[in-house]
């Protein structure tokens, strides 16, 4: 139990649609991040923000889109669907106060098809 | 590019045995690993991690070693158990980005 909520966990959208998919982390988790894994991969950094604020990007196009909230919830938006964005999405949250420890606590993920 | 490398996609091993799992980095300013598992459906979970000013750190059946020379880290499970069979992701960051890249993954099987 990570702490770590994500909704929805399964969706299913058709090429050119948009989608939001949110998640809640841990409080005093300042810092959220999300990642795509496309199967048979690696989770691959979509973006990361802090106090609200983006503060660092993956090699992903301006159609994925983020927002942060002060209640440490937060959304991944994807714009104009593509088949490739087909992926389990997680959302990662980073203690940042105090020590670094550096873990990232992840949800349960929110699988993306299109269609 | 890919800055970090798990050479091996599956790994079979006896129940008891030991397991060890390989992890290669190219970039140099990644100063902190992690080790993941996941199981399917299911979110990664954080197994332990290690920083650039260690080259071992330990927590139960798990150990992880770092050898900076040769940019390589591996995890060794002792004694494994079935319940151990997962994919495990190896991943590096520079500590000041929190960004963190990720392996391709190792699918371990223990067989009991």
């Known amino acids: 139990e990570t702490g770590v909520t994500q909704s929805p966990t399964h969706l299913i959208k058709t090429r050119g649609q948009q989608v939001t998919l949110r998640c809640s982390s841990q409080?005093?988790?300042?810092?959220v991040s999300w990642y795509q894994q496309a199967l048979g991969q690696g989770p691959q950094f979509i973006f990361q923000y802090y106090r609200e604020e983006e503060n660092g990007r993956g090699n992903f196009p301006p159609r994925f889109s983020g927002l942060q909230f002060p209640n440490y919830s937060s959304e991944l938006n994807v714009n104009a669907l593509e088949l490739d964005d087909s992926a389990l999405y997680l959302c990662?949250?980073?203690?940042?106060?105090?020590?670094?420890?550096?873990?990232?606590?992840f949800g349960e993920g929110s699988r993306l098809t299109v269609l | 590019d890919q800055q970090v490398k798990q050479n091996s996609p599956s790994l079979s091993v006896q129940e008891g045995r030991i397991s060890i799992l390989n992890c290669d980095y190219t970039?140099?300013?990644?100063?902190?690993f992690l080790w993941y598992k996941k199981y399917p459906a299911e979110g990664p979970t954080f197994l332990i991690s290690i920083s650039s000013i260690k080259d071992k750190n330990e927590d139960g059946r798990f150990t992880v070693f770092l050898n900076k020379s040769a940019k390589h880290l591996s995890l060794h499970i002792v004694p494994s158990q079935p319940g151990d069979s997962a994919v495990y992701f190896c991943?590096?960051?520079?500590?000041?980005?929190?960004?963190?890249?990720f392996g391709t993954g190792t699918r371990l099987k223990v067989l009991a």
């Open positions: 970039n140099s300013m990644f100063d902190y």
């Open positions: 991943a590096a960051s520079d500590s000041g980005t929190y960004k963190y890249i």
């Open positions: 990662a949250s980073i203690l940042t106060a105090g020590a670094y420890t550096g873990e990232l606590f």
């Open positions: 409080s005093g988790h300042n810092t």
